[in-house]
């Protein structure tokens, strides 16, 4: 009688296991009314920029790009934080004059002609105009 209880418990667990294993992954599949947009990150970088006292001050960032390809704008409010080793956060940006971003776009201007300081874009992200 024990040995049937445990053989059939066996049988259970068993066919448990297999029907988990044979579930499909959840996938997150954009509908028809929904937006994506493609974004990719540059490798975080550093610059070293002489403040009005002729102090350097080291300014780590990265350049991010964001590809609207829908037909239609979308609405895009951009917000970037930075957690400490000692779990502060600080807001992007804090304390960074404008001096900073120029030197930042000037030393892309090559590659990315139309760099803007994320803080003062437009809340829109354009799709690609033709012709």
């Given at each position: 009688?024990?040995k049937?209880?445990?053989?059939?418990?066996l049988v259970?667990?068993?066919?448990?296991?297999?029907?988990?294993a044979a579930?499909?992954?959840p996938?997150?599949?954009?509908g028809?009314?929904?937006?994506?947009?493609e974004?990719?990150?540059?490798h975080l970088q550093?610059i070293v920029?002489?403040s009005s006292?002729?102090k350097?001050?080291?300014f780590?960032?990265?350049?991010?790009?964001?590809?609207?390809?829908?037909k239609r704008?979308?609405d895009?409010?951009?917000k970037?934080?930075?957690?400490?080793?000692?779990?502060?956060i600080?807001?992007?940006?804090?304390?960074v004059?404008?001096?900073v971003f120029?030197?930042i776009?000037s030393r892309h201007?090559?590659?990315y002609p139309?760099l803007?300081?994320l803080?003062?874009?437009?809340?829109?992200?354009n799709p690609?105009r033709?012709?």
């Amino acid at each position: 009688m024990m040995k049937g209880f445990v053989y059939g418990f066996l049988v259970i667990l068993a066919t448990a296991a297999c029907v988990c294993a044979a579930a499909p992954q959840p996938a997150i599949v954009a509908g028809p009314d929904d937006w994506t947009v493609e974004v990719t990150f540059e490798h975080l970088q550093q610059i070293v920029v002489k403040s009005s006292d002729d102090k350097p001050g080291r300014f780590w960032y990265t350049i991010v790009t964001l590809t609207n390809n829908t037909k239609r704008d979308i609405d895009f409010y951009p917000k970037c934080e930075l957690m400490t080793d000692t779990f502060q956060i600080i807001p992007a940006g804090r304390g960074v004059s404008a001096a900073v971003f120029e030197q930042i776009k000037s030393r892309h201007k090559s590659r990315y002609p139309f760099l803007e300081y994320l803080e003062k874009t437009n809340n829109k992200i354009n799709p690609p105009r033709k012709g």
